[in-house]
């Protein structure tokens, strides 16, 4: 079954501000997170029913080597990318992108 995805402007956001400040930390860290990233979000496009539900209907993806999940929820045939947050930020602060 195929799936289209899609990520939200909040979640594009989300990534380039984390693309800038690893590629601050370390010339091409930046690039690398982003390859990571790019990573998740083809195995969403995937297969997103096999990572859990974690909130009502959201559900999430960690991303290799970074500290980072991508929540996204599914609608139909959509995969729909709604945040990309650090394991350590609150997590109630995504629930308002709903």
């Known amino acids: 079954m195929a799936y289209t995805l899609t990520v939200r402007p909040e ?18 860290l930046g690039h690398d997170f982003l390859l990571c990233i790019e990573e998740a979000l083809d195995k969403l496009s995937r297969n997103p029913l096999i990572y859990r539900t974690i909130h009502k209907e959201f559900r999430r993806i960690a991303v290799r080597r970074f500290p980072y999940r991508v929540l996204y929820l599914i609608d139909g045939q959509n995969v729909i990318v709604t945040a990309v947050f650090h394991v350590r930020k609150d997590p109630t602060s ?4 709903t």
């Not at 989300?14 to 690893?22: F, K, M, S, V």
């Not at 995504?94 to 992108?97: A, C, L, Y």
């Open 94 to 97: 995504w629930e308002s992108r």
């Open 11 to 28: 979640a594009g956001l989300d990534i380039e501000e984390q693309y800038a400040i690893y590629e601050s930390k370390r010339l091409g």
